[in-house]
Protein backbone atom coordinates (compact mmCIF):
# COMPACT_ATOMS: atom_id res chain seq x y z
CA UNK A 1 0.00 0.00 0.00
CA UNK A 2 2.39 2.40 -0.88
CA UNK A 3 1.79 5.79 -2.77
CA UNK A 4 3.91 7.68 -4.40
CA UNK A 5 3.60 11.40 -4.99
CA UNK A 6 3.63 12.64 -9.18
CA UNK A 7 7.20 13.67 -8.42
CA UNK A 8 8.42 10.23 -7.44
CA UNK A 9 8.48 9.18 -10.99
CA UNK A 10 8.98 11.11 -14.18
CA UNK A 11 7.79 10.14 -17.13
CA UNK A 12 10.72 8.67 -18.44
CA UNK A 13 10.19 5.70 -15.70
CA UNK A 14 6.53 4.33 -16.92
CA UNK A 15 8.54 0.72 -17.08
CA UNK A 16 9.32 1.58 -13.21
CA UNK A 17 5.71 2.39 -12.23
CA UNK A 18 4.52 -0.61 -13.99
CA UNK A 19 7.37 -2.60 -12.25
CA UNK A 20 6.10 -1.05 -8.83
CA UNK A 21 2.44 -2.51 -9.74
CA UNK A 22 3.66 -5.71 -10.58
CA UNK A 23 5.45 -6.18 -7.30
CA UNK A 24 2.57 -4.76 -5.28
CA UNK A 25 0.75 -7.30 -6.34
CA UNK A 26 -1.51 -4.70 -7.75
CA UNK A 27 -4.32 -4.93 -9.88
CA UNK A 28 -3.59 -2.84 -13.04
CA UNK A 29 -5.92 0.13 -13.33
CA UNK A 30 -3.52 1.68 -16.51
CA UNK A 31 -5.03 5.23 -17.87
CA UNK A 32 -3.41 7.63 -20.76
CA UNK A 33 -5.28 10.73 -21.00
CA UNK A 34 -4.75 14.27 -22.11
CA UNK A 35 -8.31 15.53 -22.96
CA UNK A 36 -8.34 17.87 -20.39
CA UNK A 37 -5.29 18.30 -19.66
CA UNK A 38 -3.53 22.08 -20.74
CA UNK A 39 0.39 20.66 -19.99
CA UNK A 40 -0.01 16.71 -19.94
CA UNK A 41 1.95 16.00 -16.44
CA UNK A 42 2.87 11.85 -16.32
CA UNK A 43 2.09 10.81 -12.71
CA UNK A 44 3.00 7.71 -12.12
CA UNK A 45 0.89 5.80 -8.47
CA UNK A 46 0.50 2.33 -7.07
CA UNK A 47 -2.04 3.07 -4.49
CA UNK A 48 -3.19 0.01 -2.55
CA UNK A 49 -4.78 -3.12 -4.88
CA UNK A 50 -4.84 -0.43 -7.61
CA UNK A 51 -1.96 1.15 -10.03
CA UNK A 52 -2.49 3.94 -11.73
CA UNK A 53 0.53 4.61 -14.42
CA UNK A 54 -0.12 7.56 -17.01
CA UNK A 55 -1.44 10.88 -17.66
CA UNK A 56 -4.46 11.57 -15.17
CA UNK A 57 -6.67 14.22 -17.23
CA UNK A 58 -10.64 14.26 -17.60
CA UNK A 59 -12.62 14.65 -14.96
CA UNK A 60 -13.79 11.23 -15.26
CA UNK A 61 -10.42 10.01 -14.98
CA UNK A 62 -9.94 11.36 -11.54
CA UNK A 63 -13.17 10.60 -10.52
CA UNK A 64 -12.46 6.56 -11.28
CA UNK A 65 -8.97 6.65 -9.80
CA UNK A 66 -9.66 8.08 -7.25
CA UNK A 67 -12.91 6.26 -6.01
CA UNK A 68 -10.93 3.07 -6.89
CA UNK A 69 -8.03 4.18 -5.35
CA UNK A 70 -9.69 5.07 -2.02
CA UNK A 71 -12.03 2.36 -1.83
CA UNK A 72 -9.29 -0.44 -2.38
CA UNK A 73 -7.00 1.66 0.13
CA UNK A 74 -9.17 2.00 3.29
CA UNK A 75 -9.11 4.93 5.76
CA UNK A 76 -5.31 5.15 5.18
CA UNK A 77 -5.47 5.32 1.33
CA UNK A 78 -8.36 7.76 1.43
CA UNK A 79 -6.14 10.14 3.90
CA UNK A 80 -3.25 9.49 1.57
CA UNK A 81 -5.44 10.85 -1.52
CA UNK A 82 -6.73 13.54 0.59
CA UNK A 83 -3.05 14.75 0.76
CA UNK A 84 -2.26 13.88 -3.23
CA UNK A 85 -5.08 15.64 -4.59
CA UNK A 86 -4.17 18.59 -2.98
CA UNK A 87 -0.69 18.33 -4.65
CA UNK A 88 -2.28 17.50 -7.40
CA UNK A 89 -4.10 20.65 -7.95
CA UNK A 90 -1.72 22.71 -6.54
CA UNK A 91 0.54 21.88 -9.72
CA UNK A 92 -2.45 22.15 -11.54
CA UNK A 93 -2.86 25.08 -10.55
CA UNK A 94 0.80 26.64 -11.62
CA UNK A 95 0.71 25.34 -15.04
CA UNK A 96 -0.43 28.09 -17.14
CA UNK A 97 -3.97 26.61 -19.82
CA UNK A 98 -2.95 27.72 -23.45
CA UNK A 99 -4.97 30.33 -24.61
CA UNK A 100 -7.99 29.24 -27.17
CA UNK A 101 -9.00 32.00 -29.62
CA UNK A 102 -11.78 34.58 -28.45
CA UNK A 103 -11.48 33.11 -24.74
CA UNK A 104 -10.25 34.68 -21.74
CA UNK A 105 -7.24 32.90 -20.00
CA UNK A 106 -9.53 33.19 -16.65
CA UNK A 107 -12.53 31.97 -17.88
CA UNK A 108 -10.65 29.40 -19.67
CA UNK A 109 -8.55 28.29 -16.78
CA UNK A 110 -11.35 28.68 -14.31
CA UNK A 111 -13.96 26.14 -16.12
CA UNK A 112 -10.67 23.58 -16.62
CA UNK A 113 -9.98 23.73 -12.98
CA UNK A 114 -13.39 23.86 -11.65
CA UNK A 115 -14.17 19.90 -11.87
CA UNK A 116 -10.80 18.83 -10.42
CA UNK A 117 -11.03 21.37 -7.59
CA UNK A 118 -14.63 19.83 -6.86
CA UNK A 119 -12.90 16.42 -6.51
CA UNK A 120 -9.97 17.78 -4.55
CA UNK A 121 -12.69 19.10 -2.40
CA UNK A 122 -14.62 15.76 -2.27
CA UNK A 123 -11.14 13.85 -1.90
CA UNK A 124 -10.29 16.23 1.43
CA UNK A 125 -13.56 15.48 2.48
CA UNK A 126 -13.08 11.98 2.02
CA UNK A 127 -9.85 12.11 3.84
CA UNK A 128 -11.07 14.18 6.92
CA UNK A 129 -13.91 11.30 7.44
CA UNK A 130 -11.25 8.38 6.90
CA UNK A 131 -8.65 10.29 9.53
CA UNK A 132 -11.97 10.57 11.76
CA UNK A 133 -12.70 7.12 11.94
CA UNK A 134 -12.23 5.87 14.82
CA UNK A 135 -8.59 4.01 15.33
CA UNK A 136 -7.60 0.07 15.51
CA UNK A 137 -9.58 -1.82 18.24
CA UNK A 138 -7.95 -0.45 21.63
CA UNK A 139 -10.75 -2.38 23.71
CA UNK A 140 -10.73 -6.29 24.49
CA UNK A 141 -12.84 -8.61 26.25
CA UNK A 142 -10.55 -11.20 26.65
CA UNK A 143 -12.00 -15.10 27.78
CA UNK A 144 -8.53 -16.84 29.49
CA UNK A 145 -10.53 -20.19 29.67
CA UNK A 146 -10.71 -22.31 32.82
CA UNK A 147 -8.75 -24.08 35.01
CA UNK A 148 -4.91 -23.60 34.26
CA UNK A 149 -3.22 -21.39 32.35
CA UNK A 150 -2.63 -23.13 29.18
CA UNK A 151 -6.39 -23.58 28.38
CA UNK A 152 -5.94 -19.76 27.24
CA UNK A 153 -6.08 -19.24 23.70
CA UNK A 154 -3.25 -18.28 21.05
CA UNK A 155 -4.88 -15.06 20.85
CA UNK A 156 -5.97 -14.19 24.25
CA UNK A 157 -1.81 -14.36 25.23
CA UNK A 158 -1.54 -11.92 22.03
CA UNK A 159 -4.30 -9.91 23.54
CA UNK A 160 -2.56 -9.74 26.83
CA UNK A 161 0.76 -9.42 25.49
CA UNK A 162 0.11 -6.52 23.97
CA UNK A 163 -2.28 -4.65 25.92
CA UNK A 164 -0.91 -1.17 27.88
CA UNK A 165 -4.00 -1.13 30.89
CA UNK A 166 -5.38 -4.60 32.29
CA UNK A 167 -8.35 -5.44 34.04
CA UNK A 168 -8.19 -8.82 35.78
CA UNK A 169 -9.14 -10.39 39.16
CA UNK A 170 -6.35 -11.71 41.54
CA UNK A 171 -6.21 -14.78 40.27
CA UNK A 172 -6.08 -13.99 36.57
CA UNK A 173 -3.54 -11.71 37.36
CA UNK A 174 -1.54 -14.74 39.34
CA UNK A 175 -2.18 -17.08 35.96
CA UNK A 176 -0.37 -15.18 33.88
CA UNK A 177 1.81 -13.15 35.80
CA UNK A 178 4.74 -14.34 33.31
CA UNK A 179 2.75 -12.21 30.03
CA UNK A 180 1.67 -9.74 32.36
CA UNK A 181 4.98 -8.34 33.90
CA UNK A 182 5.40 -4.99 33.68
CA UNK A 183 2.08 -4.07 32.44
CA UNK A 184 -0.26 -1.92 34.60
CA UNK A 185 -3.07 -4.54 35.83
CA UNK A 186 -5.56 -2.92 37.76
CA UNK A 187 -7.82 -5.85 39.99
CA UNK A 188 -9.75 -3.19 42.10
CA UNK A 189 -13.03 -3.59 39.63
CA UNK A 190 -14.92 -6.80 39.58
CA UNK A 191 -18.84 -7.92 39.84
CA UNK A 192 -19.69 -4.63 38.54
CA UNK A 193 -22.57 -5.98 36.80
CA UNK A 194 -25.27 -5.70 39.01
CA UNK A 195 -28.07 -3.16 38.72
CA UNK A 196 -26.00 -1.94 35.24
CA UNK A 197 -28.73 0.10 33.21
CA UNK A 198 -31.09 1.15 36.73
CA UNK A 199 -30.99 4.23 38.66
CA UNK A 200 -29.98 3.73 41.90
CA UNK A 201 -32.34 6.31 43.15
CA UNK A 202 -35.52 4.53 41.69
CA UNK A 203 -34.66 1.14 43.85
CA UNK A 204 -34.71 1.14 48.33
CA UNK A 205 -32.85 0.61 51.70
CA UNK A 206 -30.70 -2.07 51.46
CA UNK A 207 -30.86 -2.42 47.85
CA UNK A 208 -30.59 1.34 46.97
CA UNK A 209 -27.02 1.78 49.12
CA UNK A 210 -25.95 -1.80 47.24
CA UNK A 211 -26.58 0.08 43.72
CA UNK A 212 -24.61 3.34 44.62
CA UNK A 213 -22.08 1.90 45.74
CA UNK A 214 -21.33 -0.70 43.05
CA UNK A 215 -22.45 2.03 40.78
CA UNK A 216 -20.10 4.20 42.05
CA UNK A 217 -16.75 1.87 41.58
CA UNK A 218 -18.63 1.28 37.88
CA UNK A 219 -18.05 5.27 37.00
CA UNK A 220 -14.47 5.16 37.89
CA UNK A 221 -13.81 1.85 35.94
CA UNK A 222 -15.74 3.48 32.94
CA UNK A 223 -13.63 6.25 33.08
CA UNK A 224 -10.14 4.48 33.57
CA UNK A 225 -11.05 3.24 30.26
CA UNK A 226 -11.84 6.01 27.87
CA UNK A 227 -9.04 7.66 29.28
CA UNK A 228 -7.00 5.32 28.66
CA UNK A 229 -8.52 4.33 25.35
CA UNK A 230 -8.27 8.61 24.62
CA UNK A 231 -4.08 8.19 25.24
CA UNK A 232 -4.12 5.56 22.49
CA UNK A 233 -3.54 2.88 25.17
CA UNK A 234 -4.70 -0.63 24.34
CA UNK A 235 -7.01 -1.88 27.21
CA UNK A 236 -8.05 -5.73 27.89
CA UNK A 237 -10.38 -6.80 30.24
CA UNK A 238 -9.88 -10.33 30.93
CA UNK A 239 -12.34 -12.77 32.11
CA UNK A 240 -12.32 -16.52 33.30
CA UNK A 241 -13.59 -19.02 30.62
CA UNK A 242 -15.47 -17.54 27.54
CA UNK A 243 -16.68 -13.75 29.06
CA UNK A 244 -19.85 -14.47 27.55
CA UNK A 245 -21.24 -17.56 29.26
CA UNK A 246 -22.40 -16.13 32.61
CA UNK A 247 -19.65 -13.43 32.27
CA UNK A 248 -19.58 -10.66 34.34
CA UNK A 249 -18.23 -8.36 32.00
CA UNK A 250 -21.06 -8.43 29.24
CA UNK A 251 -22.25 -5.15 30.16
CA UNK A 252 -19.19 -3.59 29.07
CA UNK A 253 -20.14 -4.15 25.27
CA UNK A 254 -23.18 -2.01 25.57
CA UNK A 255 -21.54 0.49 27.68
CA UNK A 256 -18.51 0.46 25.16
CA UNK A 257 -20.11 0.14 21.75
CA UNK A 258 -18.41 3.67 20.31
CA UNK A 259 -15.59 1.78 21.41
CA UNK A 260 -15.97 -1.00 18.90
CA UNK A 261 -14.92 -3.47 21.46
CA UNK A 262 -13.54 -7.05 20.23
CA UNK A 263 -14.14 -10.19 22.24
CA UNK A 264 -12.03 -12.76 22.10
CA UNK A 265 -13.26 -16.04 22.74
CA UNK A 266 -12.36 -18.30 25.41
CA UNK A 267 -12.87 -22.24 26.83
CA UNK A 268 -15.31 -22.58 29.07
CA UNK A 269 -15.48 -24.34 32.23
CA UNK A 270 -18.41 -26.09 30.46
CA UNK A 271 -16.17 -27.33 27.51
CA UNK A 272 -13.40 -28.71 30.10
CA UNK A 273 -16.27 -30.19 32.29
CA UNK A 274 -17.55 -32.43 28.98
CA UNK A 275 -14.01 -33.21 28.81
CA UNK A 276 -13.79 -34.08 32.24
CA UNK A 277 -16.98 -35.98 32.00
CA UNK A 278 -15.83 -37.75 28.75
CA UNK A 279 -19.05 -37.99 27.10
CA UNK A 280 -20.82 -36.08 24.50
CA UNK A 281 -23.30 -34.45 25.97
CA UNK A 282 -25.28 -33.89 22.92
CA UNK A 283 -25.86 -37.72 22.52
CA UNK A 284 -27.87 -40.02 24.28
CA UNK A 285 -30.80 -42.53 23.27
CA UNK A 286 -33.74 -39.86 23.17
CA UNK A 287 -32.27 -36.54 23.71
CA UNK A 288 -29.89 -33.80 21.51
CA UNK A 289 -30.38 -30.65 23.32
CA UNK A 290 -28.40 -29.13 25.65
CA UNK A 291 -29.54 -26.62 28.22
CA UNK A 292 -26.96 -24.19 30.11
CA UNK A 293 -28.68 -22.82 33.13
CA UNK A 294 -28.29 -21.92 36.54
CA UNK A 295 -30.30 -20.45 39.42
CA UNK A 296 -34.06 -18.95 38.95
CA UNK A 297 -33.54 -15.36 39.69
CA UNK A 298 -36.51 -13.36 40.04
CA UNK A 299 -37.79 -12.38 37.23
CA UNK A 300 -36.53 -14.85 35.08
CA UNK A 301 -39.91 -16.88 32.98
CA UNK A 302 -36.92 -20.14 32.13
CA UNK A 303 -37.46 -21.78 35.36
CA UNK A 304 -35.14 -25.18 35.79
CA UNK A 305 -38.99 -27.04 36.43
CA UNK A 306 -39.96 -25.42 32.97
CA UNK A 307 -36.75 -26.01 30.87
CA UNK A 308 -36.58 -29.67 32.65
CA UNK A 309 -39.87 -30.47 30.64
CA UNK A 310 -38.13 -32.19 27.59
CA UNK A 311 -35.90 -33.76 30.10
CA UNK A 312 -32.51 -32.64 28.03
CA UNK A 313 -29.49 -32.96 29.08
CA UNK A 314 -28.64 -29.75 31.32
CA UNK A 315 -26.07 -28.02 32.74
CA UNK A 316 -26.31 -26.14 35.28
CA UNK A 317 -23.59 -22.66 36.64
CA UNK A 318 -23.87 -22.81 40.10
CA UNK A 319 -22.79 -19.29 41.32
CA UNK A 320 -23.14 -20.14 44.80
CA UNK A 321 -26.40 -21.00 45.03
CA UNK A 322 -27.51 -24.01 47.23
CA UNK A 323 -26.95 -27.42 45.71
CA UNK A 324 -30.20 -28.90 47.64
CA UNK A 325 -32.08 -26.38 45.92
CA UNK A 326 -31.32 -27.29 42.72
CA UNK A 327 -31.49 -30.36 42.86
CA UNK A 328 -34.53 -30.50 44.43
CA UNK A 329 -36.13 -28.49 41.53
CA UNK A 330 -34.68 -30.92 39.17
CA UNK A 331 -36.28 -33.76 40.54
CA UNK A 332 -40.10 -32.11 39.59
CA UNK A 333 -40.06 -33.40 35.97
CA UNK A 334 -36.51 -35.83 35.68
CA UNK A 335 -36.96 -39.16 37.43
CA UNK A 336 -34.81 -40.29 40.57
CA UNK A 337 -32.83 -42.54 38.59
CA UNK A 338 -31.78 -40.07 35.92
CA UNK A 339 -27.55 -39.61 35.97
CA UNK A 340 -26.46 -36.39 37.55
CA UNK A 341 -22.74 -35.41 37.57
CA UNK A 342 -20.85 -32.51 39.59
CA UNK A 343 -18.08 -31.32 37.94
CA UNK A 344 -15.53 -29.66 40.30
CA UNK A 345 -12.82 -27.11 39.14
CA UNK A 346 -12.84 -28.15 35.80
CA UNK A 347 -9.72 -27.77 33.64
CA UNK A 348 -7.40 -27.90 36.88
CA UNK A 349 -4.84 -30.65 36.47
CA UNK A 350 -4.32 -31.18 39.48
CA UNK A 351 -7.96 -30.98 41.44
CA UNK A 352 -10.70 -31.22 38.93
CA UNK A 353 -12.80 -34.21 40.19
CA UNK A 354 -16.27 -35.70 39.38
CA UNK A 355 -18.92 -37.09 41.47
CA UNK A 356 -21.29 -39.57 40.04
CA UNK A 357 -24.81 -40.11 40.92
CA UNK A 358 -28.26 -39.75 40.61
CA UNK A 359 -31.41 -37.55 41.34
CA UNK A 360 -31.87 -39.77 43.85
CA UNK A 361 -28.38 -40.33 45.53
CA UNK A 362 -26.52 -36.98 44.96
CA UNK A 363 -28.05 -35.19 48.21
CA UNK A 364 -26.18 -38.08 50.19
CA UNK A 365 -23.56 -37.94 48.34
CA UNK A 366 -22.56 -33.93 48.27
CA UNK A 367 -22.71 -32.04 51.05
CA UNK A 368 -23.17 -28.30 50.15
CA UNK A 369 -19.62 -27.38 52.72
CA UNK A 370 -17.70 -29.69 50.23
CA UNK A 371 -18.61 -27.61 47.01
CA UNK A 372 -16.33 -25.15 45.62
CA UNK A 373 -17.32 -21.54 43.75
CA UNK A 374 -16.27 -23.52 40.86
CA UNK A 375 -18.55 -26.43 39.95
CA UNK A 376 -21.12 -27.76 37.78
CA UNK A 377 -24.37 -29.68 37.82
CA UNK A 378 -24.85 -31.72 34.38
CA UNK A 379 -28.08 -34.11 34.55
CA UNK A 380 -29.05 -36.29 31.59
CA UNK A 381 -29.13 -39.60 30.18
CA UNK A 382 -26.09 -39.08 28.05
CA UNK A 383 -24.20 -39.65 31.05
CA UNK A 384 -25.04 -43.33 30.83
CA UNK A 385 -25.14 -43.49 27.01
CA UNK A 386 -23.40 -46.25 25.37
CA UNK A 387 -23.11 -46.33 21.64
CA UNK A 388 -22.90 -49.81 21.81
CA UNK A 389 -25.76 -51.83 22.99
CA UNK A 390 -25.53 -53.93 25.65
CA UNK A 391 -22.52 -52.66 27.41
C1 LIG B 1 -19.82 -16.30 36.60
S1 LIG B 1 -19.84 -17.90 35.95
C2 LIG B 1 -18.58 -17.76 34.79
C3 LIG B 1 -18.56 -18.82 33.77
C4 LIG B 1 -17.47 -18.60 32.74
N1 LIG B 1 -17.76 -17.47 31.94
C5 LIG B 1 -17.25 -19.81 31.86
O1 LIG B 1 -17.42 -19.72 30.64
O2 LIG B 1 -16.85 -20.84 32.40
C6 LIG B 1 -19.12 -18.78 37.27
C7 LIG B 1 -19.67 -20.19 37.38
O3 LIG B 1 -19.12 -20.97 36.34
C8 LIG B 1 -18.82 -22.26 36.82
N2 LIG B 1 -17.36 -22.46 36.72
C9 LIG B 1 -16.43 -21.54 36.46
N3 LIG B 1 -15.21 -22.10 36.40
C10 LIG B 1 -15.38 -23.40 36.64
C11 LIG B 1 -14.50 -24.51 36.69
N4 LIG B 1 -13.19 -24.39 36.47
N5 LIG B 1 -15.03 -25.73 36.96
C12 LIG B 1 -16.34 -25.89 37.14
N6 LIG B 1 -17.22 -24.88 37.09
C13 LIG B 1 -16.75 -23.66 36.85
C14 LIG B 1 -19.31 -22.33 38.24
O4 LIG B 1 -20.62 -22.83 38.24
C15 LIG B 1 -19.27 -20.88 38.64
O5 LIG B 1 -20.16 -20.67 39.71
Known sequence: MTFFPPTALTAAQPAVGQRLANESGAVGLCHRSDRMTPRPTPTHAVTGRFADVGVWGSPFDLFATATLSAWASGACGRARLGLFWAYYVCRFRNTPPRLQKGRSMNILGFSRRLPSLAFVGLAL??????????????????????????????????????????????????????????????????????????????????????????????????????????????????????PLIYGPWAWCLEEFEDLKPVVVPGVSSFNAANAALRRGVTTSDHTKAVILSSTDWPGMTDTIEKLSVHRSTMVLFTMRAEFQDFIKKLRINYPPETPVAVVKHAGYADKEGVIRGTLGTITDQVSQGSLPFEYLIYVGDFLKHRHKAGK
Do not use: C, N
Open 125 to 242: LGATIALAEPAATQLYLVGVGPGDADLATLRAIRVMKQADLIFASDGIREKFAEHLQGKEVLVGYWRLFPFYGKDPASLEGDERQEAERIDAKRKEFIARVRKAVDEKKTVAILDHGD
